[in-house]
């Protein structure tokens, strides 16, 4: 009778074993579905280093739950990142660009903290080259935006309004009709000195021009 209750915790013993290696192989051979197209980077030009937000580091549990490291970017399935390597290419990065991971002809890159991918094989000096030109560029683009803004501050409204009363004094003034051609048709009011050159809205620098003189005095400037 001992003999058998032996035997059959011998039995649970082993059936246990067996479950405890049979799920941690499972875990440890886990594989990252295939990327969908819609998350794979658009076809682009060769010449070109994007940015990619989604880049980043990440772990998980594994065999006896260490843990795995992994690189993810968009369109880049996870790779397995050794752990010593990454600490390895946190410093690297930090001087010069570093290839992360590759797949399916482009390569990721991790340079000043921004993660980066091409499909140009690029060496490390061509993506800092990229880099900087990038950055140069988005620095123009930010002056230009300042001096326009500046410039927005210092000249408010180009086109002075004219007043109720003066509009009402040239049009009793020119008798309501073209001081060209004589029509009361599309009657507007027209500076004789331009605004642009300096002209005011005052009685003296307006008149009534009706749309099509006004059009080829606007030509004869
Ligand atoms: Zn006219």
Redesign the pocket.
């Known amino acids: 009778m001992a003999g058998f209750v032996n035997s059959v915790l011998n039995l649970l013993q082993f059936a246990i074993l067996v479950l405890i290696a049979v799920a941690g192989i499972s875990v440890w051979q886990r594989r990252w579905p295939p990327t969908p197209p819609f998350a794979r980077p658009r076809g682009t030009s060769s010449a070109q280093l994007r940015s990619d937000q989604n880049a980043k580091f990440f772990y998980d549990r594994g065999f006896l739950f260490l843990r795995r490291w992994f690189f993810v970017g968009t369109g880049c399935p996870p790779a397995r990142i050794n752990r010593q390597r990454l600490g390895e290419m946190r410093t690297e990065q930090a001087d010069q660009p570093v290839r992360v991971a590759s797949t399916a002809g482009r390569t990721w890159w991790w340079f000043e903290n921004n993660f980066y991918w091409e499909s140009g094989g690029y060496s490390a000096s061509d993506v800092i080259a990229l880099v900087r030109d990038r950055q140069r560029k988005d620095k123009a683009k930010l002056d230009r935006a300042h001096a326009q803004l500046d410039g927005d501050r210092r000249s408010p409204a180009r086109r002075p309004t004219i007043s109720r009363e003066v509009k009402m004094r040239v049009f009793q003034r020119d008798g309501g009709r073209?001081v060209?051609?004589?029509?009361d048709f599309e009657i507007q009011y027209d500076h004789v000195i331009p605004v642009a050159l300096g002209g005011s809205s005052t009685e003296q620098n307006l008149q009534l021009?009706?749309a099509?003189?006004n059009q080829s005095k606007g030509a004869n400037l």
Do not use: D, P, Y
């Open positions: 073209c060209q051609c004589g029509t021009l009706c099509r003189c």
